[in-house]
């Protein structure tokens, strides 16, 4: 069973304002990588689902972080079928996002009460989703399906939208500005924010002072931004 209820990781989504994505093979790196995001101010994590056996890293990094870091909100990304949701939830993942749509996931999820985030890239998909139960939406590759300008459209007709883009957000000031000043709830990054030069060389202590530099950044965005929860 998840650690963490979908209503403390949604208030914690609210409250951090961005989640590092990250796979790798290693789970030594991984652990390596987790640690640098955690001492960079970071309370959430998301381990994508993209390589060979990647729910056997995910078993033990999250293991791992239980003990190690207790209070790290652990999940699980780019899941994309109600049976790979539910091998990562009887892992004990926190949460699960999606770069789509997928029904069954939404029903699978909701009976345990685990947060389900799915991609959506239109205004129909994302009703869809939220009458599935969705609190958060994904939108995946933000940039692509319409940057900063579709959340603030979105949110005109749609207030009680909580939005995640993932793909395409950068941690800088200008680009952050224009995503939380949209409204975005919650942004995801990855290749970004935890650059792939850093971990081939192992430059674990450069991750960290780049995560507490967005950290920072999104604290000061949020304060200037909030969101209802």
């Not at 990094?61 to 990562?88: C, F, H, Q, R």
């Not at 800088?172 to 949209?182: C, G, V």
Request: glycine letters at 8%; one cysteine or more; hydrophobic letters at 40%.
């Amino acid at each position: 069973m998840a650690r963490f209820t979908r209503t403390q990781v949604i208030l914690k989504m609210a409250e951090s304002g961005m989640i590092p994505v990250f796979y790798n093979s290693d789970p030594e790196v991984c652990k390596q990588v987790i640690s640098a995001c955690y001492k960079g101010g970071v309370r959430l994590f998301e381990f994508t689902n993209r390589g060979a056996y990647a729910h056997l890293v995910f078993e033990e990094i999250n293991k791992w972080a239980a003990v190690e870091y207790p209070d790290l909100i652990m999940g699980t990304g780019s899941v994309i079928d109600a049976p790979t949701a539910i091998l990562y939830a009887q892992l004990d993942s926190n949460f699960i996002v999606s770069p789509l749509l997928n029904e069954e996931m939404a029903y699978a999820l909701n009976r345990r009460k685990i947060l389900w985030s799915p991609g959506c890239g239109s205004v129909s998909e994302i009703s869809r989703a939220e009458s599935l139960g969705a609190e958060v939406v994904k939108i995946f590759p933000g940039s692509q399906v319409g940057g900063p300008k579709f959340v603030s459209a979105v949110r005109g007709p749609m207030p009680w939208t909580n939005i995640m883009p993932t793909g395409g957000v950068e941690p800088t000031e200008s680009n952050l500005t224009e995503w939380f000043k949209a409204g975005t709830f919650c942004v995801g990054m990855g290749s970004q924010l935890i650059k792939s030069a850093h971990v081939k060389n192992r430059d674990f202590k450069q991750i960290e002072q780049d995560v507490r530099d967005a950290a920072a950044l999104v604290k000061k965005l949020r304060e200037l931004y909030p969101v209802r929860v």
